[in-house]
């Protein structure tokens, strides 16, 4: 009886499949494309709302070779400044969550520190970029604004392209300003979606996808230094 039963759902699995086929057959090109666009921007719009609905924590900065190389220059002090900011970030245990604003999301970067906690770091941020302050005891680097450079250090990479450092954080606040919407996939074709699947923010042309692992990557471009990664973990607690 076993036999039988298994025969007979083996056979029916091979029907629905060949009807399934059968359908993408009669498929008109035109017809077969949207289906195929329907599909892909499932997944799209999937992994978009996987990054929106979640928390995060900059696990890693991986700078570009460019950055790199003029970090090491007498005239790199900007890819310096940089690569120690974002070293430094992690000394804030900073999280990145997202609030929802009709069809936007707005980024909120969260000190996981004491006020005391914060201001101790601030001192030694200063006292590593300065050394020769060291000696003053004084935080001269202005507070707020300092924290607007390290929430953008996090949240940054998801703003769009044409946003100046006002447009994303306020200085007199620290805060994040900015909001930020799935791309418009629907005039794209096919293969054009295909290329921009992880370029997943409006106006935003980095790539931004999951891992296997988890995290989650955000390969940010800058015309002075390439490529460089941001790569993040998500905050379950």
Same mark, same amino acid.
């Given at each position: 009886?076993?036999?039988?039963?298994?025969?007979?759902?083996?056979? =029916?699995?091979?029907?629905?499949?060949?009807?399934?086929?059968?359908? +993408?057959?009669? =498929?008109?090109? @035109?017809?077969?494309?949207?289906?195929?666009?329907?599909? =892909?921007?499932?997944?799209?719009?999937?992994?978009?709302? *996987?990054?929106?609905?979640? %928390?995060?924590?900059? %696990?890693?900065? $991986?700078?570009?070779?460019?950055?790199?190389?003029?970090?090491?220059?007498?005239?790199?002090?900007?890819?310096?400044? /940089?690569?120690?900011?974002?070293?430094?970030?992690?000394?804030?245990?900073?999280?990145?969550?997202?609030?929802?604003?009709? #069809?936007?999301? %707005?980024?909120? &970067? +969260?000190?996981?520190?004491?006020? @005391?906690? /914060?201001?101790? $770091?601030?001192?030694?941020?200063?006292?590593?970029?300065?050394? #020769?302050?060291?000696?003053?005891?004084?935080?001269?680097?202005?507070?707020? &604004?300092?924290? *607007?450079?390290?929430?953008? &250090? &996090?949240?940054?990479? =998801?703003?769009?392209?044409?946003?100046?450092?006002?447009?994303?954080?306020?200085?007199?606040?620290?805060?994040?300003?900015?909001?930020?919407?799935?791309?418009?996939?629907?005039?794209?074709?096919?293969?054009?979606?295909?290329?921009?699947?992880?370029?997943? /923010?409006?106006?935003? +042309? #980095?790539?931004?996808?999951?891992?296997?692992?988890?995290?989650?990557? /955000?390969?940010?471009?800058?015309?002075?230094?390439?490529?460089?990664?941001?790569?993040?973990?998500?905050?379950?607690?």
């Amino acid at each position: 009886m076993k036999k039988v039963s298994l025969f007979f759902t083996l056979l =029916l699995g091979a029907m629905v499949c060949f009807t399934s086929c059968s359908d +993408d057959d009669e =498929l008109t090109p @035109e017809e077969q494309e949207a289906k195929q666009k329907e599909e =892909l921007l499932v997944t799209i719009t999937a992994n978009y709302d *996987a990054v929106t609905s979640k %928390k995060w924590e900059l %696990k890693e900065f $991986q700078p570009s070779a460019d950055m790199q190389a003029a970090a090491a220059t007498e005239d790199g002090a900007v890819a310096a400044t /940089i690569i120690a900011r974002t070293s430094f970030a992690h000394n804030f245990n900073m999280v990145m969550s997202f609030s929802a604003e009709g #069809d936007a999301f %707005k980024p909120k &970067v +969260d000190f996981n520190l004491t006020d @005391e906690e /914060i201001d101790e $770091q601030l001192m030694a941020y200063q006292n590593e970029l300065y050394p #020769d302050m060291a000696d003053w005891g004084v935080f001269v680097l202005g507070k707020e &604004v300092t924290l *607007a450079e390290f929430r953008r &250090v &996090v949240a940054a990479p =998801l703003a769009a392209d044409e946003l100046g450092i006002d447009d994303i954080t306020n200085d007199e606040t620290g805060l994040c300003i900015f909001s930020f919407e799935i791309r418009d996939y629907t005039q794209l074709s096919y293969d054009d979606m295909i290329l921009a699947q992880n370029k997943l /923010i409006a106006g935003n +042309d #980095d790539k931004i996808y999951l891992n296997e692992d988890g995290t989650l990557t /955000i390969e940010a471009t800058s015309t002075e230094f390439g490529v460089s990664k941001y790569i993040y973990n998500e905050v379950t607690e």
